[in-house]
């Protein structure tokens, strides 16, 4: 009688068994910041997004509409280190980055590093700061390192920007520069919750702040494998086709001045693939392309009409009538 090969049939089990409980983790974060931050599923699902596609969000809206509530929740459930660093004019890129000082008693000079070496960092109020300020953020965001008196120090894979601004009429705010918007994967537009939200929301502050009592589900580690299993999500030609066809749609529509570039193509992959393991697939589908169009280009999009607080609102909607032209692959 031959002998079954029961090895390789456990070690599959295994590693299924060991991805379910990754996808349960994520279930149960996605869940609990659901919990504080009441009557925006969508919101929360899109930050998620985010975080799997190891992108960096920018959370836009007016003053109290959950933007700095929303990225404590998401660094809360995540677990790491956390800085929160309020952004004003008078903040310095040295004061954000770090800075080299003189050890005492020696000529040696060592580095001292700033609130921007942690896991996650909310920006809060990124707008306020000027754009020489902004501008150190750019290796940061794109490379996770900082250059300081030529050298350069790591600032790890899962490091993530969670930045929040106020629509740029408000006084002392300074429009971000294109290629700092374009290092942000999603922007959201937070809008205000619906009246049964807002009177749960008024309920649950009455003993203090849910999100204090919010505990770590995931972690660093766990969140890295996530982002790593979502790099393998299967894309199939025909969606890369179609996403490629977005793009150019972008590019060649007589109300956009500069259209999406290559990277924003990028992010829109990779928001796809993370759209598809938020909902425990392994295949990205049309759905997952339309739906993340309008959060991940429209703020890459220069239209040649809207240069003001509503060119985030137009170009979503640009987005969306471009959308409804172009073939879905069956």
Known sequence: MATVPTAP?????????????????????????????????????????????????LLEDVPGTGKTLLAQALAKVVGGTFHRIQFTPDLLPSDLLGTSVLLEGTSEFI???GPIFAQFILADEINRASPRTQS????????????????????????????????????????????????????????YPDRDAERAILEGHRTGEPV?????????????????????????KALVDYLLDVVEATRRHPEVRVGASTRAALALYRAAQASALLENRKFVIPDDVKRLAGPVLSHRLLLRNSHGPEHGMLAEALLARMMEKLPVPG
Do not use: W
């Open 136 to 191: 150190s953020l750019l290796e940061a965001m794109a490379d996770r390192q900082v250059s300081v008196d030529g050298k350069t120090h790591p600032l790890g894979q899962t490091f993530c920007v969670l930045a929040t601004q106020n629509p740029t009429e408000f006084e002392g705010t300074y429009p971000l520069p294109e290629s700092q918007l374009d290092r942000f994967l999603v922007r959201l537009h937070m809008g």
């Open 9 to 57: 049939f456990a070690s599959q089990t295994t590693e299924s068994r060991g991805r379910t409980d990754l996808h349960i983790s994520l279930g149960q974060a996605v869940q609990r910041v659901n919990l504080v931050y009441l009557g925006k599923p969508e919101i929360v699902r899109l930050a998620f997004v985010c975080l799997l596609a190891e992108g960096h969000l």
């Open 212 to 236: 204090e009592g919010l505990e770590p589900v995931l972690s660093t580690e766990i969140l890295a494998r996530l982002q790593a299993e979502t790099r393998a999500v299967r894309f199939d």
């Open 111 to 113: 580095f001292k590093p």
